[in-house]
């Protein structure tokens, strides 16, 4: 069975630094994995996608996520973070399994 | 809005009571879902459609009782439930046909947040 999960509980950055929201997948074969994110009082939004080909995948809002299989990683990225980023961010693998979920705080 | 449309947005009920969430969805998508979400745990698969078909029964307590009459709609009834239940509790809607090889898209609504007294 697939599982993800996500170390952090919580992110905080300041604004303008990059940022990193990691997550980790246990998986025989080859992932399906996917990043979602929730702002406050809505539902979960995709993000991007990981099915096969490149290690880097770009998404919405500037977001991309790289898939490293030798560390089964596939960690969410931003070059430069905003305040309107700030929201819970779930990971999520094959047969839609999710993280718990990390809060990011983007302080200005 | 996503297209995935939850009501109530919040509720409040007793143990003893019965109610019913409601979840709509016109994006043409075959397959529906209810996640279960509380704070700083993972989502929790409760209950899959695929083409109105019960297709998953993630080992959910009967008080939940899901009813998806055509591939646009989907309810979760709910009866006698426990302080521990209470929670948000999100559908999602994809393409279906394809769920289980994990490739597909979830669309979320915005949830309905449970209170059980």
């Known amino acids: 069975a697939q599982s993800v999960a996500q170390p952090e509980d919580q992110v905080n950055v300041a604004e303008g630094n990059p940022l990193t929201v990691k997550c980790t997948y246990s998986v025989s074969g080859n992932p399906y994995l996917f990043w979602y994110v929730q702002y406050p009082n809505r539902g979960l939004q995709f993000l991007l996608k990981y099915i096969t080909g490149d290690n880097l995948v770009k998404g919405s809002y500037g977001f991309e996520a790289e898939f490293n299989k030798s560390q089964t990683s596939f960690h969410l990225k931003k070059p430069s973070a905003l305040v309107s980023d700030s929201a819970l961010y779930f990971c999520?693998?094959?047969?839609?399994?999710f993280g718990a979920g990390t809060i990011l705080r983007v302080k200005s | 809005e996503t297209g995935v449309t939850q009501t109530p947005r919040h509720l409040v009920m007793g143990m003893t009571n019965k109610k019913s969430l409601k979840c709509e969805q016109h994006?043409?998508?075959?397959?529906m879902y209810w996640y279960k979400q509380s704070a700083k745990k993972p989502l929790e698969l409760m209950f899959v459609y695929n083409f109105k078909e019960q297709t998953e029964n993630n080992s959910v307590p009967s008080r939940f009782s899901p009813e998806c009459p055509n591939s646009s709609h989907l309810f979760l009834h709910l009866h006698t439930l426990q302080p521990e239940d209470s929670a948000l509790y999100l559908c999602?809607?994809?393409?279906?046909?394809?769920?289980?090889?994990?490739?597909?898209?979830?669309?979320f609504g915005a949830g309905s947040r449970l209170t059980v007294l």
């Open positions: 999602a809607s994809s393409q279906g046909g394809r769920w289980r090889t994990g490739a597909n898209v979830l669309t």
């Open positions: 994006l043409g998508h075959n397959a």
């Open positions: 999520a693998g094959d047969k839609l399994v």
